[in-house]
C-alpha cells in the first residue's frame, strides 16, 4: 500500500534533520541520526523525489553498530549544481 503522497516528507521536511552534508564528485552525502522511524522517513523520501527526479541517483546506507543514517544524492553532470541550493549552509566545514 502506498502511502498518501501528504505523508511522504518532501525535501522541506527532511533536510533540517540533517546533521552533516558532505560533498562528492557527483553530489552529496547527507547524514542523519539514526532514531526510531528516521530511517522510514528517509526511504520515503527516495520513493517520491525517485519518481519525480529521474536524474537523481539515491542511495542509503546504514552501517552496523553505526549511529547515522547516509542519504547519498548524485548524478550526470549538472547533478550536483542543481543540489548545491538544497545544501548550502549545511555543508561541513560552512
Same mark, same amino acid.
Given at each position: ?6 505523508? @511522504? ?9 540533517? /546533521? ?14 539514526? @532514531?526510531?522511524? *528516521?530511517?522510514?522517513? @528517509? ?11 529521474? !536524474?537523481?541517483? !539515491?542511495?542509503?546506507? @546504514? ?16 547533478? /550536483? *549544481? !542543481? ?12
Amino acid at each position: 500500500m502506498r502511502p498518501h503522497l501528504r505523508q @511522504v516528507p518532501r525535501p522541506r521536511d527532511l533536510l533540517p534533520r540533517v /546533521k552533516k552534508v558532505t560533498e562528492t564528485a557527483t553530489g552529496y552525502v547527507l547524514f542523519f541520526d539514526r @532514531v526510531e522511524g *528516521e530511517l522510514a522517513l @528517509v526511504a520515503s523520501f527516495v520513493e517520491l523525489e525517485s519518481q519525480c527526479c529521474a !536524474f537523481l541517483d !539515491f542511495a542509503i546506507r @546504514v552501517e552496523s553498530g553505526g549511529s547515522t543514517i547516509a542519504l547519498e544524492l548524485g548524478g550526470a553532470e549538472g547533478t /550536483k *549544481e !542543481f543540489l548545491r541550493p538544497l545544501v548550502e549552509g549545511r555543508l561541513n566545514g560552512s
